[in-house]
């Protein structure tokens, strides 16, 4: 079964580093997506792509974060710097042309900020 | 923009109980609704979907899912619940013809055995 590919699966960095995620969405899909999910809550859209194009980072910290899908295949998320409170689970899905809302999620990369 | 509310934060279980989980939405236009779950240490995957049709849907390991236009509630049920249903729980909504979902704050579900 196609999967979402991330790395790394586990990150600890000192507050004020940089930190960088990558994602492979499963082959042929068009759209993919960055999430947050902070502890205890649900995840949150940070950035959506169509293809190589950015459609919505409305909820993007754009000061310290920047993403990318430079060839429309695979992403990177970065952080930097980071703060204590970007802490979390990112978490990248894909979805393909149908448009329905169903997403296929990665296991995540989990960030710790010390 | 639409928004999605789930009740109950946490719930706990015993084996063989009947479970239901309350989610109700947000939107004034026709959506696509969905519950995910996150087993633990696992990435998350699709329960359970309802695109249009019979409002009763059903999804894997038992699971199903009632859609009431009218409350628009999506609520997720199972009769009888197993000590590996121990999961994080989410209700999620996608604005028909949008991309993107839009999740709820998930329901942490631990059954006791």
């Known amino acids: 079964e196609a999967e979402v590919a991330q790395s790394p699966r586990y990150k600890i960095t000192e507050k004020s580093q940089a930190v960088a995620f990558w994602c492979d969405p499963i082959?042929?899909?068009?759209?993919l997506y960055w999430y947050r999910q902070i502890l205890g809550q649900g995840p949150e859209l940070l950035v959506q792509?169509?293809?190589?194009?950015?459609?919505?980072d409305s909820q993007l910290p754009k000061d310290r974060f920047s993403a990318e899908r430079l060839k429309g295949v695979d992403s990177t998320l970065k952080i930097q710097p980071a703060e204590l409170g970007d802490s979390a689970m990112y978490l990248c899905a894909s979805s393909g042309r149908t448009n329905t809302g169903e997403l296929f999620f990665g296991e995540g990369s989990r960030l710790t900020v010390l | 923009a639409q928004s999605v509310s789930q009740h109950n934060h946490h719930v706990i279980l015993s084996e063989a109980a009947s479970l239901e989980l309350g989610c109700n939405y947000s939107y004034g236009g026709t959506v696509n609704l969905f519950w995910y779950v996150q087993y633990p240490g696992q990435h998350l995957q699709l329960l359970l979907k309802y695109f249009s049709g019979d409002p009763l849907v059903k999804g894997i390991k038992g699971f199903e899912a009632e859609f009431i236009k009218s409350k628009f509630s999506f609520n997720l049920r199972k009769p009888s619940v197993q000590w590996s249903d121990t999961a994080e729980y989410f209700c999620?909504?996608?604005?028909?013809?949008?991309?993107?979902?839009?999740f709820g704050k998930g329901t942490h579900l631990i059954i006791q055995p």
């Open positions: 999620a909504v996608n604005a028909r013809g949008a991309d993107g979902l839009t």
């Open positions: 792509f169509q293809d190589e194009s950015v459609v919505d």
């Open positions: 082959s042929g899909h068009a759209t």
